[in-house]
Each structure stands twice: as structure tokens, then as C-alpha cells.
């Protein structure tokens, strides 16, 4: 709709609910229960249409439907294929736009319904050959909400949605680990020090520590894998609370084998339909499991963050892309701007999953009807997240340089090249050797050698760097 039109400009048309009526622009294709939504629901500012699975999730449930309904003779052939018809639309994206209602909404999820029943309703109306709003010919309630409530087309229709959500949000994991494996082979040689409590422990390579932050990120992907596949459990037919109330008894098996056929996804009706209608298990599982992967994720940029310190007076031991001018007062401060924003969105997604938390535990008997808040955040977190890693990865990861002399420097300076000397002298020795390196500023290295506690060529071969990052055989006491 052109909102610089003046409202004697707009052509409109009257729809009616047991509130009264409404003028509704003609040229949209929801009606009067979505725009009195428009009008209570000014929270988010952010509409169903920013998050087009949820659409696609609405639309596949209402074609399952229409099949369902038309299959049994609910409705007539006719208008379960003008609903078809336009479900595939609204599936292809045409009428996003359209999906007006805000995110943040009260009535557990009727707005959104009616939002999807409205803009079907009156595209096929015009498949039909009829004018948007003759709701005599084809009904938003008694047409495409056939066999239905909010309750069970809502929850099913997100389920739906974090199912395709997940694809992408696994497959922008995969590229990130990707970007760390291909770091690690090339930074496989270069040794460093390793470090625990931010003290000096034992050498690595600085490989093996972008190595381990793949293999930190897999895991994840089996955690997401298993807690989505909980949502493959629907309640279509269940309508208002989970005894299927106005649904025929062949209804329910009839739309859930469709839905899986249309939506491509293997989805199955749940065992206890009042159970199903009033849980919200799975969401919370879900959330956790994305909130587990922001935990890992920010972690990992707070090492980088740390790596890269200085550049000369921290570790430096890696150099960051320098992506922006990191300061309006000190010329040449450079930030790490492209990890703080990761970590900053991780705090975001940690927050989501304690209102999804609360929101769980706040449902009461038959419903949750906290479920637009649980829907919202989990979105939010699944689309901040998937934007964030691929932020890191392009502007981040895959131009991270190390500064090798500077690694090599910290490795041979450091105390705690001793404890590689620990099978060879033993606890009390190398105790000693570290005190009197601390205390006089010497290096370890030299203390051994000027106290022949061990011959020069066999030290440097135990300190050389392929034989400090990993288990060695060492000669047995006879």
C-alpha cells in the first residue's frame, strides 16, 4: 500500500467481526481481525513477513488443510483448489508483504492465524473470480480455517518453520568450521605457547588451537540435528485444546500425511494431542541448543580477541583484518570489532533463551498462550546467530595472519617450557629450575645447559617443537 496516499485517496472496503465493522484498503489482501491487530500489537515493530519460513510454515499447514478438508468433502473441490493455488503463492513468497501483524502479539497466536487466513482467503477469492472481502463465496474462518484452531495450526506452522530455519543455520555453521580447519592447516607449524588460567602452561601449535575451535563448533551441529527433530511431532486436528472439537475423525491422519508430503518433511502426529497443544518442551530444548552454540561461538572470539591483543604491548600473537578506524581520539587503534559484535549478539541469544525459559513455565492448564514471545526469540536468535557467523567467517576468520616470530619468542622465553623436561628430571628439578628462571629473569634453557643437568643436543631435541606437542616415548628406567 502507497502510504503517501491521503486516506480520501484510498479506496477501501467494508469487512465486518462481532466487534463492528472496518474500512479495509482495497489494494491489501488482509482484512479486518489482521488490521485490528495492526492496530493493538505496536510492540516489535518487527512483522511476521521479516521471517519468511514462518510464512512458508503457515501457508504448507493451510494447504494441508484445504487437501484434507477437500479429500473429506468439507469444503468444495472448487475452493480447496483456489486455496491450494494460493497457498502455493503465499509458499513462492509472493504475498510477504501481507504478513503485517507484529511478532510481539497477545491471544496466543490468533492474530497470525488470521493474518494467514485473511490473505489466503482473499487471494483465492480472486482465483475464484470474485473481489477480495466477498467473503460469501469463500471464508477466512469457514473456508481455509476449516477443521482448525490457532492452537494447532499455529505451533505446527513454526515447527514447520525452525525445521527449514535449522537447514540454514547448520549449513552457515558448517562454512565458519570450514574457515577454522583451513587455518589450522595453514598455521600447523607454527608453535606457540598454549595457556590456562592466562598463565603460561604447556606448547601447541597455533594449528592445533584453530583445529580445536572446529572441532568445538561440530559438536554443535549434532546438538542442533537432535533437538530440532523434536519438532517433527505436530497436533494438527487437535483444534482448540487437543480433543479435535469440529474436526472430522479421518481429518487429522488425512492433513498430518499431507503436510508431510507438501512440506517435504517426515512429520508425524503426536501420541497425546491435549499434551502436545499445552507443551512447549521442544521449544525450550531447541533455544538451549542454539543459546549451547552462542556460548562456544562467543568463547572462541573472546581467544581471539585476546590472541590478537597489543599489537605490542599484548600476546600478538595473530593479526585480526583490520576492518575500521577503532577510535575518534588515538590515531591508528585499530578494534576487534567483528568478534565484540559476535560476542554481543551471543548475549542477545543467551538473553532469547531465558524469555523462551519463562515463557515455558508461564503456560497454564490447556494452553500456552505465551507462545508469540517463545516464537519471536527463538527466530531472532536463529537469524542473529546465522548472520553473525557468517560476519565472522567473510570479515573475520579467513584473514586471520600469525606472527610467527612473535609465537616462536613466547614459547622459548616462557617458564613453562619445563614441564616438557618433566620425564627427564623429574618434579623436583624442574620445580627448582622454574623458581630461579622467575626469580632472576633467566631463560630455562640456559639454567640446564649451565648446570649440565642435561647435554646440549639432547635438550634441544626435546624443546624442539615437534616433540613438545605431543605424547613422546621416553627411554624407561632400567
Do not use: W
Amino acid at each position: 500500500m502507497d502510504m503517501n496516499l491521503n486516506n480520501s485517496q484510498v479506496k477501501t472496503r467494508k469487512e465486518h467481526d462481532f466487534l463492528g465493522d472496518m474500512d479495509i484498503p482495497n489494494q491489501v489482501y488482509y482484512g479486518v481481525q489482521t488490521s485490528r491487530a495492526l492496530e493493538n500489537f505496536n510492540i516489535s515493530n518487527i512483522p511476521l513477513s521479516f521471517f519468511k519460513e514462518l510464512i512458508q510454515g503457515l501457508a504448507l499447514v493451510k494447504e494441508a488443510a484445504a487437501m484434507a478438508n477437500g479429500e473429506l468433502g468439507l469444503i468444495s473441490k472448487e475452493k480447496a483448489d483456489a486455496i491450494i493455488e494460493a497457498c502455493k503463492e503465499v509458499i513462492a513468497g509472493k504475498f510477504n508483504d501481507q504478513f503485517v501483524v507484529d511478532m510481539v502479539q497477545g491471544g496466543a497466536g490468533t492474530s497470525t492465524n488470521m493474518n494467514a487466513n485473511e490473505v489466503i482467503a482473499n487471494r483465492a477469492l480472486e482465483i475464484l473470480g470474485h473481489q477480495k472481502g466477498d467473503y460469501k463465496f469463500l471464508h477466512p474462518n469457514d473456508d481455509v480455517n476449516r477443521s482448525q484452531s490457532t492452537n494447532d495450526v499455529y505451533p505446527t506452522a513454526v515447527k514447520l518453520a525452525l525445521l527449514m530455519s535449522n537447514r540454514k543455520l547448520i549449513s552457515t555453521l558448517n562454512y565458519l568450521i570450514e574457515a577454522f580447519h583451513a587455518k589450522a592447516v595453514q598455521f600447523a607449524n607454527i608453535i606457540k605457547m598454549g595457556r590456562t588460567q592466562l598463565q603460561d602452561a604447556v606448547p601447541m601449535t597455533l594449528g592445533q588451537e584453530f583445529e580445536a575451535y572446529a572441532a568445538n563448533l561440530s559438536e554443535e551441529i549434532t546438538r542442533l540435528e537432535q533437538n530440532v527433530n523434536l519438532f517433527l511431532e505436530v497436533n494438527m486436528g487437535a483444534t482448540a485444546i487437543g480433543t479435535g472439537i469440529t474436526a472430522d475423525p479421518d481429518y487429522s491422519a488425512l492433513c498430518i500425511r499431507y503436510l508431510a508430503e507438501v512440506s517435504g518433511l517426515p512429520v508425524v502426529a503426536a501420541i497425546n494431542f491435549i499434551e502436545a497443544t499445552n507443551d512447549t518442551g521442544a521449544f525450550v530444548m531447541y533455544s538451549s541448543a542454539v543459546k549451547r552454540l552462542a556460548i562456544k561461538l562467543s568463547k572462541i572470539c573472546n581467544d581471539l580477541r585476546l590472541l590478537s591483543s597489543g599489537p605490542r604491548t599484548g600476546l600478538g600473537e595473530i593479526n585480526l583484518p583490520p576492518m575500521q578506524p577503532g577510535s575518534s581520539i588515538m590515531p591508528g587503534k585499530v578494534n576487534p570489532v567483528i568478534p565484540e559484535v559476535v560476542n554481543q549478539v551471543a548475549f542477545k541469544v543467551i538473553g532469547n533463551d531465558l524469555t523462551v525459559t519463562f515463557a515455558a513455565e508461564a503456560g497454564q492448564l490447556e494452553l500456552n498462550v505465551m507462545e508469540p514471545i517463545i516464537v519471536f526469540s527463538m527466530f531472532e536468535s536463529i537469524e542473529m546467530m546465522t548472520k553473525a557467523m557468517i560476519t565472522l567467517r567473510d570479515k573475520c576468520i579467513i584473514g586471520i595472519t600469525a606472527n610467527e616470530k612473535r609465537c616462536k619468542e613466547l614459547v622459548y622465553n616462557s617458564i613453562g617450557i619445563v614441564t616438557s623436561l618433566l620425564p627427564y628430571l623429574g618434579y623436583e628439578t624442574c620445580s627448582r629450575l622454574a623458581r630461579e628462571a622467575m626469580e632472576n629473569n633467566a631463560s630455562v634453557y640456559n639454567l640446564i645447559i649451565e648446570q649440565k643437568l642435561m647435554p646440549k643436543d639432547e635438550l634441544d631435541n626435546i624443546l624442539r617443537p615437534e616433540n613438545m606437542i605431543k605424547p613422546q616415548k621416553v627411554e624407561k628406567h632400567k
